[in-house]
């Protein structure tokens, strides 16, 4: 790992997002509710914050982090595309961003086996980094 015991602690957050594309027949299921295994925003909502808080024992060379935050957000874009955005914050040496982008992959996995049942052409697509504000290198964003 590297050495942060020299950096300020200062506060951070990272935003992050992953795009799920769902055949229609998953995707009316999703915003219907009827998915066999129960309600799959809940859960991935839920999935999308245990997993920010175990990154650093899913990830090897990152340090694990008290997360003062995590959000896990869903939008649709079109009639087929769930947005899950996540945000997560921490006062610390190191920053956030991997919290946030694992935050978004298990969320997008979660909804994933929550409509498998129904149509497994489901295809997880862009994770990526928004922004991250704080630390030594300051502020970034994406621009999207």
Same mark, same amino acid.
């Given at each position: 790992m590297v050495d942060v015991g020299a950096k300020d602690v200062t506060r951070r957050t990272a935003r992050a997002c992953a795009l799920v594309r769902l055949?229609?027949?998953? !995707?009316?299921?999703?915003?219907?509710?009827?998915?066999?295994?129960?309600?799959?925003?809940v859960a991935a909502q839920i999935a999308g914050i245990l997993a920010a808080k175990r990154t650093g024992e899913l990830i090897p060379l990152c340090h694990p982090l008290a997360l003062d935050a995590v959000d896990v957000r869903f939008s649709w874009s079109g009639d087929d595309v769930l947005r899950i955005e996540t945000q997560a914050t921490t006062s610390s040496k190191t920053g956030v961003e991997?919290?946030?982008?694992? !935050?978004?992959?298990?969320?997008?996995?979660?909804?994933?086996?929550?409509?498998?049942?129904?149509?497994?052409?489901?295809?997880i697509e862009q994770v990526r980094l928004l922004e991250k504000t704080g630390g030594k290198s300051g502020d970034w964003s994406s621009g999207g």
């Open positions: 055949p229609p027949r998953a !995707a009316e299921a999703l915003r219907r509710a009827t998915l066999p295994k129960g309600d799959a925003f991997m919290e946030a982008m694992v !935050a978004a992959s298990v969320a997008a996995l979660t909804i994933y086996d929550m409509c498998k049942s129904v149509d497994k052409g489901i295809v």
